[in-house]
């Protein structure tokens, strides 16, 4: 289903992938141009190794000199792994790359899409390795990062941080918003490209823009904003249909249909079960909940998705066998449970884990492999909006004041 929620997911906001602000986009593309650079100097650096290392640099500067290692912060992650450097001297190059010293999904995954969307990059491929700064990227760290640009030269290839880094943090600092003229840069970006999707890039800041104006948000998808085209808000009300329907069928949240499949599993003690003993051994309410998420869907009449890819998983969760249903799913998933031979097993990412588990428990059970990712936007801090709609529409509205040069009254310490 992964091509369908991507789909889902440019409708609404096209190629701002997962971006939330500002210095995300800055960070990456400073560890281009220093790859770059160490090209020019005769050194092997890849892209993805120049960037990482940078946001890694930054994150733990910005604890270790700015913030204090007391509380985590949205902007900064693996503040538990970094922790352990709190005592030690700025890393090397080769410490800041290793999978020992910060996250291993970073915040630069997510810039992959805007950077070559907004004309930051010249992107033959849709491979991180293959970019290059465009002109633009280069007006854009000339004004956002115009000392780390050259002061971070050295580090990468091997050599020592700045003596005088004050300059240097000021411009990596990811919890800083971005300088008005680098603003103005990141804007050009955004309203550039092909027109449906600059038009629709562009309407959707207009309403996030004017959802900061206003507390109550706009929570129904019965009244279309007036910035969104009648085609821009059909898209978007089928993806949250679709992700609802996910949701309810097998996301992780605690609940969904395939966490009741994985705790009956778990509480029988089985490394089994027979397809056709599953249906009595769950709740009625998580199988009707999927089978009612699927009519709402269909009930629109509306499927962008790649090949009718929504229409057909729709289809399955409606045959009227509950066993039937229920195989459909498991074999689509693949991850936390198996079909096998008629029989339910688990699957590599099976976690054998009851109902009574809290999985939102983010405090003494955070371990290092779940807090190896970049964090997601605050959704707490969102004003209303529709269920079910695309994360990129929080993402925007949080990008939105350093895409405007304007102060975010909203942004939390």
């Not at 599953?278 to 199988?287: H, K, Q, V, Y």
């Not at 198996?338 to 990412?349: M, N, T, Y």
């Not at 993402?395 to 102060?407: E, K, M, R, S, T």
Request: aromatic fraction near 6%.
């Amino acid at each position: 289903m992964a091509p369908a929620v991507r789909a889902f997911n440019e409708l609404a906001v096209p190629g701002l992938g997962n971006v939330w602000f500002g210095r995300q986009l800055v960070l990456a593309l400073l560890g281009i141009h220093l790859a770059s650079r160490a090209g020019e100097r005769g050194f092997a650096v890849s892209n993805i190794a120049a960037a990482n290392a940078v946001e890694a640099l930054a994150v733990w500067w910005t604890y270790q000199r700015r913030l204090g290692w007391g509380e985590r912060h949205e902007r900064l992650p693996g503040s538990r792994k970094l922790r352990r450097w709190k005592d030690a001297e700025p890393p090397s190059f080769g410490e800041a790359i290793s999978r020992s010293f910060y996250v291993v999904q970073p915040m630069r995954i997510g810039t992959l899409d805007p950077l070559a969307t907004f004309g930051l990059v010249n992107a033959p491929s849709r491979r991180f390795n293959s970019y290059s700064v465009a002109p633009r990227g280069e007006s854009l760290l000339e004004e956002a990062c115009p000392a780390a640009r050259t002061t971070l030269e050295s580090w990468v290839t091997g050599g020592e941080l700045p003596y005088q880094y004050n300059a240097t943090i000021n411009d990596i600092d990811p919890t800083q918003p971005v300088v008005p003229l680098a603003a103005e840069i990141l804007l050009e970006g955004f309203l550039s490209g092909g027109e449906r999707e600059r038009r629709r890039r562009d309407a959707a800041l207009k309403w996030v823009s004017a959802l900061r104006s206003h507390a109550e948000g706009h929570a129904s998808w019965n009244n279309r904003p007036h910035d969104i085209s009648e085609e821009h808000w059909h898209d978007m009300r089928a993806g949250s249909h679709f992700g609802l329907l996910l949701t309810a069928a097998g996301a992780v949240d605690t609940g969904s249909l395939l966490d009741h499949v994985e705790a009956a599993l778990a509480q029988m003690g089985k490394r089994e079960i027979a397809l056709g003993e599953l249906p009595r051994l769950l709740p009625t309410e998580p199988i009707a909940e999927v089978r009612r998420r699927a009519v709402h869907f269909l009930d629109l009449r509306h499927d962008p998705s790649p090949d009718g890819m929504a229409t057909r998983l729709c289809i399955d969760c409606l045959v009227r066998d509950d066993a039937d249903m229920l195989s459909r799913l498991i074999e689509r998933d693949g991850r936390i449970l198996r079909l096998v031979d008629g029989k339910v097993l688990p699957g590599p990412a099976f976690a054998g884990r009851t109902l009574a588990f809290d999985r939102s428990d983010t405090a003494a059970l955070l371990s290092d492999e779940e807090e190896d990712r970049a964090e997601e936007a605050p959704v707490g801090v969102l004003p209303p909006l529709p269920d079910g709609i695309s994360y990129r529409v929080g993402n925007l509205f949080h990008l939105a004041p350093d895409l405007l040069g304007i102060a975010d009254g909203r942004r939390t310490a």
